[in-house]
């Protein structure tokens, strides 16, 4: 059983900078597929981008390529999600979730093949 903890969440402005981390226990962290979602208010849960085992692979939805960057350290246990040039739009609670028994060379990017989630960090930007 893998448990997820994200954090780095908090209040930026329009244009800056943030990177949440997503520090995981229990389970062997480095076969895992890891993702970031995001939930806005009101909005469905959607996939951000992930990365596969070994950090080999990414993967990121088209409103953040550019923007955003993935990557993990398996030594730590942990995955990380830089994002700059942020938008008031990507406003919301930021997910990380793990996905057991996936390829390792290839990312996950539906909701359904991840397995475990942590319990969100909020994410605002103001204009």
């Known amino acids: 059983q893998v448990q997820l903890r994200e954090s780095g969440g908090g209040l930026v402005q329009a244009g800056g900078s943030l990177r949440l981390s997503c520090a995981a226990s229990g389970g062997t962290f480095s076969r895992y597929t890891m993702g970031w979602f995001r939930q806005a208010p009101g909005k469905e849960r959607e996939f951000v981008g992930g990365v596969s085992w070994r950090g080999l692979y990414t993967y990121y939805v088209d409103s953040v390529k550019g923007r955003f960057t993935i990557s993990r350290d398996n030594a730590k246990n942990t995955v990380y999600l830089q994002m700059s040039s942020l938008k008031p739009e990507d406003t919301a609670v930021y997910y990380c979730?793990?996905?057991?028994?996936?390829?390792?060379?290839?990312?996950?990017?539906?909701?359904?093949?991840?397995?475990?989630w942590g319990q969100g960090t909020q994410v605002t930007v103001s204009s």
């Open positions: 979730a793990a996905a057991e028994n996936y390829s390792p060379f290839s990312v996950a990017r539906r909701r359904n093949e991840y397995d475990y």
